[in-house]
């Protein structure tokens, strides 16, 4: 699919990995759209203040993007929170409503926004000689296949992206609407922004090539390459320059 003109919802798109994948669809010529819950420092598209957690919040901001762009045909969800913490720490058991955040924003968000845009996109015009109407990402991470000591929520929750990623994209087939998701690595985003050097250093020499985090552009460039290889679907590719990481 080509992105020029296209419609192209973005959650978490104020920050991040979502800010760099609104540019680089900007740049496209996508019509743009970020879903976030406080609004972007620069210029990227229309915003639309958004709850992915809530249904009413979605189909507000959905209305919206709908009205001013029409429905739309890409929607990558990038919104999500960490969650660090361990199951049984000096302070006692984690407490059931931190498993349950995480797991309610990275798994029921992403879930929420797909089976709501999927119902709008399912009906509009084919796309093309294979008929495409639409495609979804979703950000996994590596921590779904190599969790660490203190990452067994946020783990829980990219694994979801993952498995959902291949069922979703099975059933999705007969309205030509693709699923796939990006499982980076450590990313060089506001969320890592308070390590300081040394631990930042650390983690860069455990990246076997390049040595370094992934740039939030790298994730970018990916989503755009999915968007236009109506080959890929039902894919999860990882984004970790090698990487492999360690229990802690």
């Known amino acids: ?68 762009h029409g429905a739309a045909r890409i929607v990558i969800n990038c919104a999500g929170v960490l969650g660090a913490g361990r199951i049984l720490s000096r302070e006692g058991p984690m407490k059931l409503d931190t498993f349950e955040q995480v797991l309610r924003v990275n798994v029921g968000g992403t879930f929420n926004v797909m089976r ?8 509009l015009e084919p796309l093309g000689d294979s008929s495409e109407r639409g495609i979804i990402i979703n950000t996994a991470s590596i921590a779904a296949y190599e969790g660490q000591i203190g990452q067994v929520a946020y783990a829980a929750s990219k694994g979801a992206i993952v498995s959902l990623t291949l069922p979703a994209a099975r059933e999705l087939a007969k ?38 985090l992934i740039k939030p552009e790298e994730f970018a460039a990916l989503a755009l390459h999915m968007i236009e290889n109506v080959a890929i679907n039902g894919e999860v590719v990882r984004l970790d320059g090698a990487l492999r990481m360690s229990p802690k």
């Not at 020029?4 to 990995?17: F, N, V, Y």
């Not at 709501?116 to 009906?123: F, H, Q, R």
């Open 175 to 212: 309205f030509g609407i693709r699923v796939n998701a990006i499982a980076p690595g450590p990313v060089d985003t506001p969320m890592v922004a308070g390590m300081t050097p040394e631990v930042r250093e650390s983690l860069e020499a455990t990246v076997p090539f390049p040595p370094r």
């Open 116 to 123: 709501l845009a999927t119902e709008a996109m399912s009906t």
């Open 1 to 68: 699919m080509q992105t020029k003109d296209i419609s192209a919802i973005i959650t978490g798109g104020a920050s991040g990995l979502g800010a760099a994948t609104a540019r680089a669809l900007s740049k496209a010529g996508a019509k743009v759209v970020l879903f976030d819950r406080q609004a972007p420092k620069e210029a990227m598209g229309l915003f639309c203040e958004c709850d992915v957690t809530s249904e009413s919040s979605v189909k507000a901001a959905m209305d919206k993007a709908t009205k001013a």
